[in-house]
């Protein structure tokens, strides 16, 4: 998982060392950041409606600030249970607009290509939610579970580099972005999606396999 590698804990680091103290000063508890992620998700489909590249700068954006609101709650001993109910279910939200961002850019772009597009969303969707379903099935069964290496953090940072990647190549080489570029955004959901069952299905045997 990315919060326990060692570029997680060193970005944690820097999240608590500078944006962190910033919004203390400016007075923000912990769910209007949470609230402020979802406002930023809320521009995902129309992003990507824009633009590859603008889409995956949304994305990211989402993604750093869905991590300040937990690090703040920490450092101002205010984590609660509606606090973390919020996050958890904003992030779904979250996901499914990314997912829809991408949908709407293949629908407005490239709709030669959306039938194989949206399978793969489906799958890759049916995949994030596993996942998250999963560790918190496990949780509320007692048993704490963050195997698979393929978690939220993974996706944001996929999808949304990603985006911008694509995006920056097709700008680069003009030539590139007629033939191919629409094929890099399907490979790269390809890779997601495939990278999200197999942590789902790990994290699935792992539980059966120690619940009592």
């Known amino acids: 998982m990315l919060r326990e590698s060692r570029w997680g804990r060193r970005y944690l680091q820097w999240v608590e060392a500078g ?6 000063r400016l007075a923000l508890q912990p769910n209007h950041l949470t609230f402020l992620a979802l406002g930023v998700s809320l521009l995902i489909p129309g992003a990507y409606a824009h633009s590859l590249g603008l889409g995956g700068l949304a994305v990211l954006a989402a993604g750093i600030l869905d991590t300040f609101d937990g690090s703040l709650a920490r450092r101002t001993g205010c984590q609660t249970g509606s606090g973390a109910f919020l996050d958890s279910v904003f992030d779904r939200y979250s996901d499914f607009l ?5 949908w709407i850019f293949f629908w407005t772009r490239q709709p030669r290509l959306l039938v194989p597009a949206t399978l793969l969303l489906l799958f890759m969707l049916l995949g994030s939610f596993m996942v998250s379903y999963a560790r918190a099935r496990g949780e509320g069964l007692g048993l704490s579970t963050s195997v698979g290496f393929f978690g939220r953090g ?3 940072l996929a999808l949304g580099l990603g985006s911008l990647l694509i995006e920056l190549l097709t700008r680069v080489q003009a030539a590139l972005a007629g033939a191919s570029g629409p ?4 490979g790269l959901l390809a890779l997601v999606a495939l ?3 197999l942590s ?3 994290r699935i045997v792992y539980l059966a396999r120690h619940l009592p």
């Open 98 to 102: 990314i997912h829809l961002g991408l």
């Open 195 to 197: 990278g999200v069952n």
């Open 154 to 156: 993974e996706r944001i």
């Open 200 to 202: 789902a299905l790990r």
């Open 19 to 24: 944006p962190v103290p910033l919004c203390r």
């Open 183 to 186: 094929y890099l955004v399907l």
